[in-house]
C-alpha cells in the first residue's frame, strides 16, 4: 500500500507540475514570440497614452521598453 501512495503522489506532483507550471510557461512564451513578431509592423511612433478626450497625448519610438 505504500508503493500505491508514493506511485499516487508522483503522479499528482507531475499533473500538477504540467498543468501549474509547464502550460503557463508555454503559454506566455507564446504571446511573447507573436508579440515580438509584430514589433516590425507597429507604427513609428507608436501611441502609448491617450487623454479623456481619446486623443494620442505621448508616444514612444517602435522598439522602445519602457519598463
Not at 499533473?15 to 502550460?23: E, G, S, V
Amino acid at each position: 500500500m505504500t508503493t500505491d501512495l508514493l506511485a499516487a503522489r508522483a503522479r499528482a506532483r507531475r499533473t500538477f507540475a504540467i498543468l501549474a507550471l509547464w502550460i503557463p510557461l508555454g503559454v506566455v512564451a507564446a504571446v511573447a514570440i507573436a508579440q515580438a513578431a509584430m514589433i516590425p509592423t507597429l507604427p513609428d511612433p507608436i501611441a502609448v497614452h491617450w487623454g479623456t478626450t481619446g486623443s494620442p497625448t505621448a508616444s514612444a519610438r517602435r522598439g522602445a521598453c519602457r519598463c
